[in-house]
């Protein structure tokens, strides 16, 4: 089904001629080609059509191969591939690893990443754009057809970075995906730009969490053709959140719109709080809308407040605004809370609202020990472990360099070397440096 | 939707497998369309009629093809409706598409809301003639009380369909699948290939269908931008022609056939033959009903 190369031919790369091997995908905008240069581990080129092959597109190419990709997750164009035989231009990028899917799998149900899966995909999610959007680039085309994830791991591949652009640079150029475009750029008062990235987040969020887009109920149960008016009304004029609490217009469809009707009570009140603000007083006003290191806590409190329902084994959120632990969203049964640290800074600051809480397999990485660290979820300082000759009793092991030091019950004070572990006891007092925690159980 | 909406008079219910041939220019060529269904062998056996449907037509942006199979099993025993009423949905879809300025316009929609505009648009008029028409004892009474049971929590059930359906614009070709059947494209050299990958949730008789509630999932949606030349045929065909041959090389094979004898020997031949090819396919292979669908377009 392609047009533009032909397999088994050959083009000119600085580490020698590549060689066009596989077809994987064609677009709106070019076609996307395994290829293979010597001994290196293969590469995906994408090929522009000829109207889409334009000296402004080059320009944008260059300037965001000199900029180097802003951080893990980006598929970004890393050399500008031109033939004196072979009309156009074309970029190289890193190949896409099969153990990516689409979001679009995600939302018809051919992938089922569990919630710590989909949590952790939404922090790689909101860490990407912050690290973009603090290179002075914005994506402006933010939408489930370029964002790839891991349903194991919750890692992200993002793709079709050629549509990235400085900031406030681009007065043409793509507007979006039109489910994902903020209102303001709908209605043609505003170019894509950092603020209406923020608006295609917050959206792409929404659809991983609910598998639904928040601006989609009554009002758009009742369009039958979904028409440049029918979508500019839908999505620009007047927009409406599913779950606006002042505003009951749009409320979801049963039957139509179950995935957001099943999905919005699992999660925590903090959490529904940001998606209320982000589709209520941020659909107005870009400067409302919520930022991505603001995304980027409330997703990694959402992971730290995931516990295992001991009926039914589902996960469960919880919630330290309710009063209780409540009941299993999947069987309805009481739920009974794990170990919980509740982590406070060491200078005698207050515990935190949102405590950890302590699974059979939960672990503890840099930014829940020390608030200056990086979020990585790559290296564990410190994982819930099971005493090796009684089952019953668990203990949080050191995996770090550094020594920690507990007080138990009586006062005593106590190092816990690093390989070593502290029993998980009420209210132990673990000084981990930086932030000290209490055990409560 | 409303019942005022339902897209099938009794005329054009009648009209609807009788095959045609036409030629139009769109997507840069001028296209040959022509189509047929046919009933299957097993079903004349068992006094079966024929749960296909297809029809090509000039609509909205250039020319759209759309073609289904009702179910037939017992508990769909409306589906030779339903799949009539999946084509006349695919043709008004088709007819509301809009005139939009780019390949990559043309993408987002079809990926984003063709398929919720075809499955809704689908459950709305069979929603308004269940309300019409209640399911009659007579209907019911065959059923074993799990089936009763199933159609009890979704009625659309007895007017289960697949549906494919494939629309020509001028900057791009439109194909989305729900459900089983084939769309196969042959290019100017004779090369066959599937523009959607084999479902592996297709498997031995099962098949995702238009009745299901969230069904929109379930259809698959491939785009491509015309750059160069066109594809020289686009053939669609319900499962009973691909399962009437021995194997998918077999298959492929009267794809290309069929073009180099629409090339060679022209539309009229082929038009006048196809229905007894398909007749006597059905009879030596699968037994079940085979519809067709054919786009084509001279050599340039």
Same mark, same amino acid.
């Given at each position: 089904m392609?047009?533009?190369?032909?397999?088994?031919?050959q083009?000119?790369?600085?580490?020698?001629?590549?060689?066009?091997?596989?077809?994987?995908?064609?677009?709106?905008?070019?076609?996307v080609?395994?290829?293979?240069v010597a001994?290196?581990?293969?590469?995906?080129?994408?090929?522009?059509?000829?109207?889409?092959?334009?000296?402004d597109q080059?320009?944008?190419?260059q300037?965001?191969?000199?900029?180097?990709?802003?951080g893990?997750g980006?598929?970004?164009p890393?050399?500008?591939?031109?033939?004196p035989?072979?009309p156009g231009?074309?970029?190289?990028?890193?190949?896409?690893e099969?153990?990516?899917?689409g979001?679009v799998d995600?939302?018809?149900?051919?992938?089922e990443?569990?919630?710590?899966a989909?949590?952790?995909?939404g922090?790689?999610l909101?860490?990407?754009?912050?690290?973009l959007?603090?290179?002075?680039?914005?994506?402006?085309?933010i939408?489930?057809?370029?964002?790839f994830?891991?349903?194991?791991?919750g890692?992200?591949?993002?793709?079709?970075?050629?549509?990235?652009?400085?900031?406030g640079s681009d007065?043409g150029?793509?507007l979006?995906?039109?489910?994902?475009?903020?209102?303001?750029?709908?209605r043609?008062?505003?170019?894509?730009g950092?603020?209406?990235?923020l608006?295609?987040?917050?959206?792409?969020l929404f659809?991983?969490?609910?598998?639904?887009?928040?601006?989609e109920?009554?009002?758009?149960?009742?369009?039958?053709?979904?028409d440049l008016p029918?979508?500019?009304r839908?999505?620009?004029?007047?927009?409406?959140?599913?779950?606006?609490?002042a505003d009951?217009r749009n409320?979801?469809v049963?039957?139509?719109?179950?995935n957001?009707?099943?999905?919005?009570?699992?999660?925590?009140?903090?959490?529904?709080?940001?998606?209320t603000?982000?589709?209520?007083? !941020?659909l107005r006003?870009?400067?409302?809308?919520i930022?991505?290191s603001?995304w +980027? &806590?409330?997703l $990694?409190?959402? *992971?730290? =407040?995931?516990?295992?329902c001991?009926q039914?084994?589902?996960e469960n959120?919880?919630?330290?605004?309710?009063?209780?632990? !409540?009941?299993?969203?999947?069987?309805?049964?009481?739920?009974r809370?794990?170990? +919980? &640290?509740?982590? $406070?800074d060491? *200078?005698? =600051?207050?515990?935190?609202?949102y405590p950890?809480l302590l699974n059979?397999d939960?672990?503890?990485?840099?930014?829940?020990?020390d608030?200056?660290?990086?979020?990585?979820?790559?290296?564990p300082?410190?994982?819930?472990?099971r005493?090796p000759?009684?089952?019953?009793r668990?203990?949080?092991?050191?995996?770090g360099?550094?020594k920690?030091?507990?007080t138990g019950?009586?006062?005593q004070?106590?190092?816990?070397e690093p390989?070593?572990?502290?029993?998980?006891?009420?209210?132990?007092?673990?000084d981990?440096?930086?932030?000290r925690?209490?055990?409560?159980? | 939707?409303s019942?005022?909406?339902?897209?099938l008079?009794?005329?054009?219910?009648?009209a609807?497998?009788?095959?045609a041939?036409?030629?139009?220019a769109?997507?840069?060529?001028?296209?040959?369309?022509?189509?047929?269904?046919?009933r299957?062998?097993?079903?004349r056996?068992?006094?079966?009629?024929?749960?296909?449907?297809?029809?090509?037509s000039?609509?909205?942006?250039?020319?759209?093809?759309?073609?289904?199979d009702?179910h037939?099993?017992?508990?769909?025993?409306?589906?030779?409706?339903?799949a009539?009423?999946?084509?006349?949905?695919?043709?008004?879809?088709a007819a509301?598409?809009?005139e939009l300025?780019t390949?990559?316009?043309?993408?987002?929609?079809?990926?984003?809301?063709w398929p919720?505009?075809?499955?809704r648009?689908?459950?709305?008029?069979?929603?308004?003639?269940?309300g019409?028409?209640?399911?009659?004892?007579a209907?019911?009474?065959p059923?074993?009380?799990s089936?009763?049971?199933?159609?009890?929590?979704?009625?659309?059930?007895?007017?289960?369909?697949?549906?494919l359906?494939?629309i020509?614009?001028?900057s791009?070709i439109?194909y989305?699948?729900?459900?089983?059947?084939?769309?196969?494209?042959v290019?100017?050299?004779g090369q066959?290939?599937?523009?959607?990958?084999?479902?592996?949730?297709?498997?031995?008789?099962?098949?995702?269908?238009?009745?299901?509630?969230?069904?929109?999932?379930?259809?698959?949606?491939y785009c491509?931008?015309?750059?160069a030349?066109?594809?020289?045929?686009?053939?669609?065909?319900?499962?009973?022609?691909?399962?009437?041959?021995?194997?998918?090389a077999?298959?492929?094979?009267v794809?290309s056939?069929?073009?180099?004898?629409?090339?060679?020997?022209?539309?009229?031949?082929?038009?006048?033959?196809?229905?007894?090819?398909l007749?006597?396919?059905?009879?030596?292979?699968?037994?079940?009903?085979?519809?067709?669908?054919?786009?084509?377009?001279?050599?340039?």
């Open positions: 392609h047009q533009l190369l032909t397999l088994g031919s083009l000119p790369t600085a580490a020698g001629p590549c060689t066009i091997e596989r077809f994987l995908g064609g677009g709106g905008q070019g076609e080609y395994q290829v293979s001994s290196q581990p293969p590469s995906a080129l994408k090929w522009y059509f000829p109207q889409q092959a334009t000296a080059r320009q944008a190419l300037t965001l191969i000199r900029k180097g990709p802003p893990p980006f598929l970004w890393l050399e500008l591939i031109e033939a035989q072979t231009f074309g970029y190289l990028m890193p190949l896409r099969p153990r990516f899917h979001i995600l939302m018809k149900r051919r992938i990443p569990d919630f710590r989909l949590t952790l995909a922090l790689h909101s860490q990407a754009f912050l690290a959007h603090a290179k002075g680039l914005c994506y402006r085309d939408s489930f057809g370029n964002v994830l891991d349903p194991d791991s890692a992200i591949a993002i793709c079709d970075n050629d549509n990235v652009t400085i900031d007065p150029g793509i979006g995906t039109p489910r994902f475009i903020a209102p303001e750029v709908v043609g008062e505003a170019r894509p950092t603020q209406t990235d608006f295609s987040l917050a959206v792409l659809y991983l969490f609910h598998i639904h887009h928040p601006l109920g009554r009002q758009e149960a009742e369009i039958k053709c979904f029918a979508m500019t839908l999505y620009g004029t007047d927009p409406c959140f599913i779950f606006d609490p009951d409320r979801p049963p039957g139509l719109h179950d957001a009707i099943a999905h919005w009570g699992i999660y925590p009140e903090f959490l529904r709080e940001h998606f603000r982000g589709f209520t007083s !941020g006003d870009p400067q409302a809308r930022r991505e603001e +980027r &806590l409330a $990694a409190r959402l *992971l730290d =407040g995931i516990h295992y001991g039914c084994g589902a959120f919880h919630d330290p605004a309710a009063g209780s632990a !409540g009941t299993c969203w999947s069987c309805g049964q009481p739920l809370l794990p170990w +919980r &640290l509740r982590l $406070a060491a *200078l005698g =600051g207050a515990p935190s609202r950890v059979h939960t672990r503890l990485y840099a930014h829940h020990l608030p200056d660290r990086r979020y990585d979820f790559v290296t300082l410190a994982e819930v472990n005493h000759s009684d089952p019953n668990w203990g949080l092991k050191n995996l360099p550094d920690w030091v507990i019950a009586d006062g004070l106590r190092d816990v390989g070593r572990s502290a029993g998980l006891v009420s209210g132990l007092r673990i981990f440096g930086p932030l925690g209490v055990l409560e159980g | 939707m019942g005022d909406c339902d897209p008079t009794s005329d054009r219910e009648a609807i497998d009788a095959g041939t036409a030629r139009t769109t997507a840069g060529a001028h296209w040959h369309m022509l189509y047929a269904s046919v299957g062998a097993a079903h056996r068992n006094g079966l009629p024929n749960q296909d449907a297809v029809r090509i000039r609509t909205g942006p250039g020319l759209v093809l759309a073609l289904a009702g037939g099993s017992a508990t769909s025993f409306r589906s030779q409706q339903g009539r009423l999946a084509v006349a949905v695919a043709l008004q879809v509301r598409w809009p300025p390949a990559s316009h043309h993408k987002r929609r079809a990926e984003d809301d919720k505009e075809l499955v648009g689908w459950q709305a008029v069979v929603d308004a003639r269940l019409r028409r209640p399911f009659t004892a209907e019911l009474h059923l074993e009380p089936a009763r049971q199933r159609l009890e929590r979704n009625p659309r059930l007895a007017w289960g369909s697949t549906l359906s494939v020509l614009t001028p791009s439109l989305l699948q729900l459900g089983d059947g084939d769309l196969l494209v290019d100017d050299n066959v290939n599937r523009p959607l990958p084999a479902d592996p949730r297709l498997l031995g008789n099962e098949t995702t269908s238009l009745c299901a509630p969230e069904a929109w999932r379930e259809a698959r949606v491509q931008t015309l750059v030349a066109p594809p020289a045929l686009i053939l669609a065909a319900t499962d009973g022609y691909a399962n009437a041959f021995r194997d998918d077999g298959f492929r094979q794809a056939d069929l073009w180099v004898m629409l090339r060679d020997e022209g539309q009229a031949t082929v038009q006048a033959q196809l229905a007894g090819w007749n006597e396919t059905s009879a030596q292979g699968s037994g079940d009903d085979i519809s067709v669908g054919i786009l084509w377009r001279e050599a340039t």
